[in-house]
């Protein structure tokens, strides 16, 4: 996942306090490099970069840190069926 803030760039402001230059570091730019590269040969994953589906992954993340998983077995199965309905 790209997790870039607004403190990993450097942003210069003209005098009517518009912005008109960034200024990142080169890992910076690799990493945004690397997504853009990722994009260009799948661009019909692109979705996966939304802000949704980036909130839904790290819901699902802390889920699975916080022990909120189930293993499934075909002798399990109802469980984990009853299990979801919860």
Do not use: C
């Not at 607004?6 to 945004?32: C, M, P």
């Amino acid at each position: 996942m790209l997790d870039i803030q607004l403190t990993d760039a450097k942003i210069f402001y003209d005098r009517e306090g518009n912005a008109q230059e960034v200024l990142i570091s080169y890992d910076i730019f690799r990493r945004i490099q690397d997504l853009l590269e990722q994009l260009q040969a799948s661009p019909e994953q692109g979705y996966f970069w939304s802000d949704e589906w980036q909130s839904r992954i790290r819901e699902g993340e802390a889920d699975i840190y916080a022990g909120h998983t189930l293993q499934v077995t075909s002798d399990t199965i109802e469980t984990a069926l009853d299990w979801l309905d919860e």
